[in-house]
């Protein structure tokens, strides 16, 4: 069980002889003995539960989708139930989500007994073709997106598994690898082929135009509106109640005073154990989330790009100690990084177009779950009318 407060350590460090020892103790030496108090935020995470449904659903839509021929055995189904995190029997999930599956006899084998087949649905189908609509409507968006990841990356190039496994984070479609990267050879160079081995993709050309951060397009807008310069930084948001102590106070301002370092400059001049290349490394969290879907993306997902995006071992304190800006949520015992600015209570504030694909999916699931409703009430209907019917006929007699 979790407490309602926490404390963690600003910096965990499990080997004292690697080099990122040395790295945080140099950076944190005038801070190394303050606590940041972890304190719950219900509103956002509330945020992650109301995902928690629909997200289910379509982790076992993918395992349906990715099996040859996009069909799988029901039993076949029910043993991967644990890995799916489902809990319920599956014939009791497709009970409750109708209209995301058919089910069809069929035979494993040619002389084998029948068994339930499970294939997706036509309703779902057509959700799939919206779904394609939506990111071919949005394609120059996602490009800018995987460019803007590779901007910010060291060498401009990035694992292309890692892309992969943080597709639905930023909402690339599934074979943007194949379709999207071959289709715009004067951004993307493709290294290896992703899921055999080593793998890189890499940025070929660098586009100005992507190379502002929200933060620096947020600040440039301010100044148009005000006529004044408006100085490019990050939005602290506490939530009410939070307590900091005086000493973490008054680092947090000396920090915030300092200039703000675009996570697309080139900081090779800078000193890896300088409060200034603490500042790009928020900088850098602070855009990988603003390009993100939900504003939020899982621990060990940012985790994956230490090496591309240099980020320490312990990269993960900075999102308690800079709890104005983000918020560490232990939901669902995942540690999930949430930009505070990005949610007023539990509802985005500024939602990415590729959300859109979301908001249909859950639109098929009500009206999966509308019928389902519907359908149990007339029976509830039959079954008591017929029970009134056997009454009369028993008063009668």
Not at 31 to 50: C, F, G, M, T, Y
Not at 218 to 229: H, K
Request: hydrophobic fraction near 40%; charge should be positive; include cysteine.
């Amino acid at each position: 069980m979790l407490s309602k407060f926490r404390e963690f350590s600003l910096f965990q460090i499990s080997n004292p002889k690697t080099q990122a020892r040395c790295f945080l103790l140099q950076f944190s030496a005038s801070i190394s003995s303050l606590k940041v108090v972890w304190r719950k935020d219900p509103k956002l995470d509330q945020a992650i539960e109301n995902d928690k449904k629909w997200r289910m659903c379509a982790r076992v839509v993918r395992e349906v989708l990715n099996e040859p021929g996009q069909v799988i055995a029901l039993s076949y189904l029910q043993k991967r139930r644990e890995r799916l995190r489902l809990h319920v029997n599956v014939p009791t999930f497709l009970a409750q989500n109708p209209g995301l599956f058919d089910m069809y006899k069929d035979r494993i084998k040619p002389k084998s007994d029948l068994v339930t087949f499970v294939r997706a649905s036509d309703r779902l189908n057509r959700f799939l073709e919206e779904e394609k609509i939506i990111q071919a409507e949005n394609e120059p968006l996602i490009v800018a997106k995987l460019c803007k990841l590779l901007m910010m990356a060291k060498d401009r190039v990035v694992c292309a598994d890692k892309l992969v496994e943080a597709k639905r984070e930023f909402g690339f479609p599934n074979d943007f690898m194949v379709t999207l990267v071959s289709k715009y050879p004067e951004y993307f160079r493709l290294h290896g082929t992703p899921g055999e081995g080593q793998s890189f993709l890499e940025l070929v050309n660098w586009n100005e135009e992507f190379a502002k951060s929200v933060i620096e397009k947020r600040a440039e807008a301010e100044s148009t509106s005000l006529g004044f310069r408006v100085r490019p930084d990050f939005v602290w948001k506490l939530p009410r109640g939070f307590f900091m102590k005086k000493e973490m106070r008054e680092w947090i301002r000396d920090w915030i005073e300092l200039p703000y370092v675009s996570p697309y400059e080139d900081v090779s001049h800078l000193d890896p154990a300088s409060r200034e290349m603490e500042k790009r490394m928020v900088g850098v969290f602070h855009e990988l989330l603003s390009l993100s879907i939900h504003k939020r993306v899982a621990v060990p997902i940012l985790g994956k790009f230490c090496e591309e995006y240099r980020f320490s071992n312990a990269f993960s304190s900075v999102f308690t100690r800079h709890s104005g800006i983000f918020y560490m949520s232990l939901k669902g015992g995942i540690r999930t990084a949430v930009l505070r600015e990005a949610y007023k209570g539990d509802e985005l504030v500024d939602r990415d177009p590729l959300l859109e694909i979301k908001n249909k999916f859950v639109e098929l699931l009500d009206e999966g779950r509308e019928q389902r409703a519907e359908q149990l009430r007339i029976s509830r209907e039959t079954i008591q009318k017929d029970m009134e019917l056997m009454a009369r006929l028993g008063t009668n007699n």
